[in-house]
């Protein structure tokens, strides 16, 4: 009876842990996915909570509570492993992306690399790739593996998006020969990658199709315009997104209401997505929080709020309407001339909502000019009154078009948003020279490797020897991480450097005002006495389009015990800083470590 009984069990758990198929099957004109034989539809969400692994459980229970069945990452990382372990606990499937690098700086990101020339960058990718299908292929969460994202939209010339194309399919048809249980996936934004890959790519079984709006009902006519017969999912879908809006109000395209971002999501999904022969199913943008220009225009949650997108969603897949109705804003007007900053003006606001929930009533503003980060950059506004007798605002200290945002939250955690534009004169900011975003003190480089503002990418002189880890747990000064940079070589000189954007070298407007900072200042240590490191903040020199306009660094000799250091700059011009920590050393006759943590202007 005993062995009898443990013979089951193990072919209990032998199949519970077993890899699933997924396949692609077709009958008349209709395509369906599989997973085990039986039908599968896709409704999903993209995902941004990979690296918050401690609350993995808290998402994929309320994930699966709202209707979803699949999410989507768009890489893949060192939490990979644990976030599909997650997902099959709440039996969620998960697209596995595995990121291509784009060609150009473009909607999403700031790099730059060359199809054409960069041959070990390419084999980098190819074998990332690889990899990663090696990895997670028998994974019973994996559903299909999702190569690249929107790579087409961001390559210049049709050379290298050739070149490209040829890439993709050496590895997608790779991955056809060491995994033939999971189909493949690319994703391009709209039908930007449906000819390269007619023509270049055989291998990709299904297609990816980002798109936003109204455009996602008119995808399987493009398919059929160029006689395709592959199914497509769509790979990101919201409201129109800001890319596809043409009304401008004072310089500022203006954003869907909260009513016609549910609206889309529901009424989209029903009459543009689930009807459609060649569809799969959809990934809705996007089950994360945020504070960006983009987290209340396209997020579930903002400032860690319910928004539309959310309640959509939960209508979408299980047709259950709200717990809890989002406040509405009825009407929200600013004056429409010129108007001068740090002055107070009327704000026209009319409110309601359904549960008569107490609302709490804050202003931000957004300004959409200058670098990445400056444009996806909420400031808080100052603003006086209330409901009952009219609220103020304080016009930002900023020249051009401006943002303006109302954020009014129910005590449900809902927070309904309305934004208008307005056109702002001041002189002084009508003349600054490098518009990136202002920061508020401290401000910290690092601290317990969370949200870095700078990313380590400027390497230096031998740096095949060198390696550095940005969430060093075991020799810490203060949280739970440090930085630990290991120089593996017993000779030559190394240098890192914490830059914005990342990858680049002054080409491209980056970095952060830290304006009225005094001081700059870091704890460091070895991993013995007398390691000398020049240690500072600042590196591109004026000669580049865009510099650092300012650098302070000291030669310092370390010893094995945390110290702090400290450098007095309440001279310098802090307006641009995009290399916020810098570091070079060099090695005499032994490999070294240096540790840095709670680096901070202030």
Avoid at 4 to 28: E, M, P, R, W
Avoid at 257 to 274: F, L, R, T
Avoid at 420 to 436: M, N, Q, R, S
Avoid at 532 to 560: H, Q, V
Wanted: aromatic share 14%.
């Amino acid at each position: 009876m005993y062995r009898f009984t443990l013979c089951i069990l193990l072919f209990y758990c032998n199949c519970s842990l077993s890899n699933a198929q997924t396949t692609i099957v077709k009958k008349d004109t209709t395509w369906s996915l599989m997973v085990d034989e039986k039908q599968f539809t896709v409704k999903g969400v993209t995902f941004g909570y990979e690296n918050d692994v401690a609350n993995y459980d808290t998402y994929f229970s309320d994930l699966q509570s709202i209707g979803v069945n699949t999410i989507r990452t768009w890489a893949s990382g060192k939490n990979t492993e644990k976030l599909l372990d997650a997902a099959q606990k709440y039996n969620i499937k998960v697209m596995v992306g595995i990121w291509m690098r784009h060609g150009r700086p473009g909607m999403e990101d700031d790099d730059t690399f060359n199809y054409l020339k960069d041959t070990e960058g390419m084999e980098t990718m190819y074998q990332n790739a690889i990899d990663v299908v090696t990895k997670y292929k028998e994974h019973p969460a994996v559903l299909t593996w999702g190569i690249g994202n929107e790579v087409y939209l961001n390559i210049a010339t049709d050379a290298e998006k050739e070149a490209y194309s040829k890439l993709l399919e050496r590895i997608c048809s790779t991955i056809k020969k060491i995994d033939k249980n999971h189909p493949i996936t690319s994703t391009e934004a709209w039908t930007f990658g449906l000819d390269w890959w007619q023509k270049y790519v055989p291998s990709i079984d299904i297609y990816g199709l980002n798109s936003y709006g109204t455009g996602a009902n008119f995808l399987e006519a493009e398919l059929k315009k160029r006689n395709i017969s592959k199914p497509y999912i769509i790979t990101e879908f919201n409201v129109t997104g800001e890319w596809d809006i043409k009304n401008v109000q004072n310089g500022i395209k203006v954003e869907p209401s909260d009513e016609e971002k549910y609206s889309a999501i529901v009424n989209g999904y029903q009459n543009w997505i689930k009807n459609k022969a060649s569809c799969l199913g959809v990934y809705i943008f996007h089950y994360s929080n945020g504070k960006d220009h983009i987290s209340p225009w396209l997020f579930t949650h903002h400032r860690g709020s319910f928004r539309p997108t959310y309640w959509g969603i939960r209508k979408a897949y299980t047709g259950k309407e709200p717990t809890n109705a989002i406040p509405v804003i009825n009407t929200f007007q600013l004056p429409t001339t010129t108007l001068k900053s740090e002055t107070w003006i009327p704000v026209n606001l009319d409110v309601t909502d359904v549960e008569n929930d107490d609302l709490d009533i804050r202003f931000y503003y957004n300004q959409r000019t200058g670098s990445r980060k400056r444009k996806d950059q909420i400031n808080k506004l100052n603003f006086r009154g209330s409901l009952a007798e009219g609220f103020e605002i304080q016009i930002p200290k900023e020249h051009g078009a401006v943002k303006v945002y109302v954020n009014v939250k129910d005590t449900f955690n809902n927070v309904g948003i309305a934004s208008t534009g307005i056109t702002v004169t001041d002189e002084e900011a009508k003349h600054k020279k490098y518009l990136v975003p202002k920061t508020t003190l401290p401000f910290y480089v690092y601290k317990d490797g969370n949200d870095l503002p700078y990313t380590p990418t400027g390497y230096m002189g031998n740096y095949q020897s060198m390696s550095v880890d940005t969430a060093y747990k075991n020799d810490v000064h203060s949280g739970t991480s440090s930085i630990k940079i290991t120089y593996k070589a017993r000779s030559n000189w190394y240098g890192i450097a914490f830059v914005d954007p990342k990858n680049d070298w002054g080409e491209n407007l980056g970095g952060y005002e830290i304006q009225g900072a005094k001081k700059f200042s870091f704890w460091a240590k070895a991993d013995r006495d007398g390691v000398m490191a020049t240690i500072g903040f600042g590196l591109i020199d004026k000669g580049k389009p865009f510099p650092d306009t300012a650098k302070k660094s000291k030669e310092i000799k370390l010893t094995s015990e945390w110290k702090q250091y400290t450098f007095n700059i309440k001279r310098l011009d802090l307006s641009c800083i995009r290399s916020g920590l810098v570091l070079f050393s060099s090695s005499f006759g032994f490999p070294q470590t240096i540790y840095i943590d709670d680096v901070l202007f202030e």
